[in-house]
């Protein structure tokens, strides 16, 4: 099976691409030649070019190629298209020549809402009509959207899928309207889109801080209680190889997490038992979090680039219940997602090996 898939130099897409590559599916990246291909340089297959972009350039060397470097599987290749996905006649031309798309592709951090809107919504509107007018051939769209389309609960009850949605944030807003534009594949192309919640693993720059924090014995919770759910990032990939495989999870939604409702105190606790590290609390109040965004946004304001935090992402944090149901994607595929016990233990072990701390 071919497949395209779209966010592969990013955290989450970057775990995607060793799940395909595990299960020896042929993949086609689409990357701008501007991308930073740190998180998958390691698969690169042409030694002989210090940049691979120059080697896009050669007019003998058209493609490179990513190696899967488990022994334990065939030797699996990703071949790269550079493409902007806001050039929907070059994605038509690309997608005749594949059987599913993965998009996972998009930004979690804008200056306004014209930065979520053009990277999130039009560059998936672009990918759905290109692969409407190549419905004789795509079997399957599978998008990546965010807990955040979803958008909080109102009660210590988790938030059913059936429920409206009421997403807090201009990033919540743009993936809700991205699935919209999923959605217009109904009747011609059967879709699955998946709503992580909270991710972590390894590789992960947002989470380290939170690790590290533990790492230096500080166990941050906050003042008032706020609970949330998360999901293992090698989880995400792996649910994808079981949707391109399994037709229940045709033209349906899924919230992905292990299950569990946290507290940070809970999270902070969890990674600190399981790495046999010792801790003392740090009590986080409100006002630290809006002050600290407050400086951010001054920052992106000088540095014309959006920081991790501002005082919308701080509204998001300052919810109350992001939870919700995730028993239809079990009782659909019969997934089991891993624990926070070890997913903790298995990313607290990548950011010691890889010398983060």
């Known amino acids: 099976m071919r497949i395209l898939l779209t966010g592969s130099t990013g955290f989450v897409g970057s775990h995607i691409v060793e799940e395909l590559l595990k299960?020896?599916?042929?993949?086609?990246?689409?990357?701008?030649?501007?991308?930073?291909?740190?998180?998958?340089?390691?698969?690169?297959?042409?030694?002989?070019?210090?940049?691979?972009?120059?080697?896009?350039?050669?007019?003998?060397?058209?493609?490179?190629?990513?190696?899967?470097?488990?022994?334990?599987?065939q030797n699996k290749y990703i071949k790269l298209e550079y493409c902007s996905l806001q050039d929907e006649e070059a994605l038509t031309k690309i997608l005749a020549n594949v059987d599913v798309v993965v998009h996972c592709a998009g930004v979690v951090r804008a200056l306004n809402w014209d930065g979520y809107n053009e990277t999130n919504v039009i560059a998936t509107r672009n990918l759905v009509n290109a692969a409407i007018k190549n419905k004789n051939n795509i079997k399957k769209f599978i998008y990546i959207s965010s807990q955040a389309a979803q958008g909080p609960g109102l009660t210590e009850t988790p938030k059913l899928l059936s429920e409206p949605e009421n997403p807090v944030s201009n990033y919540g807003k743009s993936k809700l309207l991205a699935e919209a534009e999923i959605k217009k594949l109904d009747?011609?192309?059967?879709?699955?889109?998946?709503?992580?919640?909270?991710?972590?693993?390894?590789?992960?720059?947002?989470?380290?801080?939170?690790?590290?924090?533990?790492?230096?014995?500080?166990?941050?919770?906050?003042?008032?209680?706020?609970?949330?759910?998360?999901?293992?990032?090698?989880?995400?990939?792996?649910?994808?190889?079981?949707?391109?495989?399994?037709?229940?999870?045709?033209?349906?939604?899924?919230?992905?997490?292990?299950?569990?409702?946290?507290?940070?105190?809970?999270?902070?606790?969890?990674?600190?038992?399981?790495?046999?590290?010792?801790?003392?609390p740090v009590i986080l109040f409100d006002f630290i979090f809006k002050f600290?965004?407050?400086?951010?946004?001054?920052?992106?304001?000088?540095?014309?680039?959006?920081?991790?935090?501002?005082?919308?992402?701080?509204?998001?944090?300052?919810?109350?219940?992001?939870?919700?149901?995730?028993?239809?994607i079990i009782k659909d595929t019969g997934f089991e997602f891993k624990k926070l016990e070890n997913g903790a233990k298995i990313t607290y072990n990548w950011y010691l090996e890889n010398k983060w701390f």
């Not at 693993?201 to 801080?209: L, R, S, T």
């Open 187 to 280: 009747g011609k192309i059967p879709y699955t889109i998946l709503r992580p919640a909270s991710v972590y693993g390894p590789q992960d720059k947002d989470i380290f801080i939170f690790f590290n924090l533990v790492k230096n014995h500080l166990r941050p919770q906050t003042y008032s209680k706020r609970f949330i759910q998360l999901v293992f990032v090698k989880d995400i990939a792996k649910v994808i190889c079981e949707a391109l495989k399994n037709p229940n999870t045709d033209n349906k939604i899924y919230y992905l997490s292990d299950g569990e409702i946290y507290s940070w105190k809970d999270v902070a606790q969890t990674i600190a038992k399981v790495n046999n590290i010792k801790t003392i």
């Open 23 to 73: 299960n020896n599916y042929d993949v086609t990246a689409v990357v701008r030649k501007s991308s930073n291909l740190k998180k998958i340089e390691k698969y690169i297959d042409n030694k002989e070019a210090e940049d691979p972009r120059q080697a896009q350039d050669n007019k003998n060397t058209q493609n490179q190629y990513i190696q899967q470097d488990n022994k334990n599987t």
């Open 292 to 328: 600290t965004a407050n400086i951010y946004e001054i920052i992106a304001k000088i540095t014309g680039k959006p920081q991790v935090l501002s005082r919308e992402k701080i509204g998001e944090m300052l919810q109350t219940y992001w939870t919700a149901d995730n028993s239809q």
